[in-house]
């Protein structure tokens, strides 16, 4: 995203003039700040206290140094109707089309596009102006067709002195107060001509600045009287240069004048993007790190599981020696599972459940466990090897056992170093 930095020289038909009318706006169109300068360092100066990166130079020239014509072309693709462009419009300029720069415009009928002639030997000096900024340039605009410009409506701008006039693809000109009521006139006597029977109304939006409307009241009161026009007054509270430059981003009209030999050949530094690289090299560096331990962890939960499902494969042998094909321990386990839970009151579920049960209130519970659980489905019973810290300890497991009303039977017991391991039959009462 760029900061968009407007520049027009004043006054405005001096080429040579050093003061500067400035504006900075933001990507989005939100004004940053504004004014006037007396010269380029001065102009730096001020942007500088903003303190921003990737500001691209508008340069905004006047639309008195230009000719609007339009051309007709029948060629369709771009490369064709800029080789026939100055034959088209030779005989409208009547001047030596070598010396001039064309610009064209978008399409605006079938085989009509718009044009702007400026001389060369002039546009060279507006072009270097603008990139004697310490800011990289994006584009060269003419004043007039930045203008709010309607469809089929004629925009007449007050702008000091002077007034802008633009129409798309059909006005675009700048000239003094007193010649805009007879060029009104003119036009209007031309459409009456033109057209037969009734002429078409004739809209024409005339924006004042809020301070020069009493002076400017005599005119706009004629304008209003012009024949077959539908006259509509505004006034604006802001500088003309900044209502243009507020405009600029809700139009289409303003054709960039950086074409052709006047092109911007973009670098990466220039366009702002080569400051992003070290962004963008860290954050592959943080996405290929991000990756790397992706695959690590991959592999270590991929090892966990591994040794998961021996531990499972080793728990069912423990559980059911005599099973020979254990191909997938916890698919199996559900099996008997199910069969075990259909075997009635005293079947596997019911009486692990209870010898865990009470195994879990025992004191000293932390220090007692299971090493071993083999369940016999014919004679509905339960043998659990038991560890505990004493026999005592054992023998207070069995006797809650049985006044849970199970026949418990202590097969044996093994004194070790650790405590008693002793093997406890569980049958249902």
């Given at each position: 995203m760029?900061?968009?930095l407007?520049?027009?020289?004043?006054p405005?038909t001096?080429a040579?003039?050093t003061?500067?009318e400035w504006?900075?706006y933001?990507y989005?169109?939100?004004?940053?700040?504004s004014g006037?300068?007396?010269?380029?360092?001065e102009?730096?100066?001020?942007?500088a206290q903003?303190?921003?990166?990737?500001?691209?130079?508008?340069?905004?020239?006047?639309?008195?140094?230009?000719?609007?014509?339009?051309?007709?072309?029948?060629a369709?693709?771009?490369?064709?109707v800029?080789?026939?462009?100055p034959?088209?419009?030779?005989?409208a300029?009547?001047?030596?089309?070598?010396?001039m720069?064309?610009?064209?415009?978008?399409?605006?009928?079938k085989?009509?596009?718009?044009?702007?002639?400026?001389?060369?030997e002039?546009?060279?000096?507006?072009?270097d102006a603008?990139n004697?900024l310490?800011?990289?340039?994006?584009?060269?605009?003419?004043d007039?067709?930045?203008?709010?410009g309607?469809?089929?409506?004629?925009?007449?701008?007050f702008?000091?002195?002077?007034?802008?006039?633009?129409?798309?693809?059909l006005?675009?000109m700048?000239?003094?107060?007193?010649n805009?009521?007879p060029?009104l006139?003119?036009?209007?006597?031309?459409?009456?001509?033109?057209?037969?029977?009734?002429?078409?109304?004739?809209?024409i939006?005339?924006?004042?600045?809020?301070?020069?409307?009493?002076?400017?009241?005599?005119?706009?009161?004629?304008?209003?009287?012009v024949d077959?026009?539908?006259?509509?007054?505004?006034?604006?509270?802001?500088?003309?240069?900044?209502?243009?430059?507020?405009?600029?981003?809700?139009?289409?009209h303003?054709a960039?004048?950086?074409?052709?030999?006047?092109?911007?050949?973009?670098?990466?530094g220039?366009?702002?993007?080569g400051?992003?690289?070290?962004?963008?090299a860290?954050?592959?560096?943080w996405?290929?790190?991000?990756?790397g331990?992706?695959?690590?962890q991959?592999?270590?939960?991929?090892?966990?599981a591994d040794e998961?499902?021996?531990?499972?494969?080793?728990?069912?042998?423990?559980?059911y020696?005599n099973?020979?094909?254990?191909?997938?321990?916890?698919?199996?386990?559900?099996?008997?599972l199910?069969?075990?839970?259909?075997?009635?009151?005293?079947?596997?579920?019911q009486l692990?459940?209870?010898?865990?049960?009470?195994?879990s209130?025992?004191p000293?519970?932390?220090?007692?466990?299971?090493?071993n659980?083999?369940?016999s489905?014919?004679?509905g019973?339960?043998?659990?090897?038991?560890?505990?810290?004493?026999?005592?300890?054992?023998?207070?497991?069995k006797?809650?056992?049985?006044?849970?009303g199970?026949q418990?039977d202590?097969g044996?017991?093994?004194?070790?170093?650790?405590?008693?391991?002793?093997?406890?039959?569980?049958?249902g009462?």
């Open positions: 760029t900061i968009k407007f520049v027009r020289p004043i405005v001096q040579a003039a003061a500067l504006a900075l933001s989005t169109g939100e004004r940053i700040g006037r300068a007396d010269d380029a360092e102009l730096m100066q001020l942007v903003h303190d921003l990166q990737d500001v691209w130079v508008q340069y905004v020239l006047p639309a008195s140094h230009f000719t609007f014509t339009v051309a007709h072309v029948a369709k693709q771009a490369r064709y800029q080789q026939a462009l034959f088209a419009i030779e005989e300029i009547a001047e030596d089309v070598e010396s720069h064309l610009v064209t415009g978008e399409r605006i009928g085989e009509e596009y718009p044009v702007l002639v400026i001389r060369r002039r546009m060279d000096r507006w072009f603008a004697a310490e800011f990289p340039l994006h584009g060269m605009y003419v007039a067709q930045m203008c709010p309607e469809e089929g409506a004629l925009t007449v701008l702008d000091g002195d002077e007034v802008l006039l633009f129409q798309p693809g006005v675009c700048r000239t003094h107060h007193e805009l009521l060029y006139e003119i036009c209007a006597r031309s459409r009456a001509s033109s057209e037969e029977g009734e002429a078409p109304a004739w809209n939006r005339v924006l004042t600045p809020e301070d020069q409307k009493d002076s400017l009241g005599v005119l706009l009161a004629q304008i209003e009287h077959g026009a539908i006259v509509q007054i505004e006034s604006f509270s802001v500088p003309s240069f900044d209502l243009l430059c507020e405009s600029f981003f809700n139009t289409s303003a960039n004048l950086c074409q052709g030999p006047y092109a911007i050949k973009e670098s990466s220039s366009s702002g993007i400051k992003w690289w070290p962004v963008a860290v954050a592959a560096g996405f290929a790190i991000q990756v331990l992706d695959l690590t991959g592999f270590m939960y991929q090892k966990q998961y499902e021996q531990q499972m494969v080793k728990l069912y042998r423990s559980l020696p099973e020979k094909n254990v191909s997938s321990p916890k698919r199996q386990m559900e099996g008997k199910r069969n075990a839970s259909n075997t009635g009151g005293g079947g596997f579920l692990l459940g209870e010898a865990g049960y009470q195994l209130v025992q000293g519970k932390q220090n007692m466990g299971f090493n659980l083999q369940f489905n014919q004679r019973e339960l043998a659990v090897e038991v560890k505990a810290p004493s026999l005592d300890q054992l023998d207070r497991y006797q809650a056992l049985v006044q849970s199970y418990v202590i044996s017991a093994i004194k070790e170093p650790s405590g008693v391991r002793g093997k406890i039959t569980i049958k009462s």
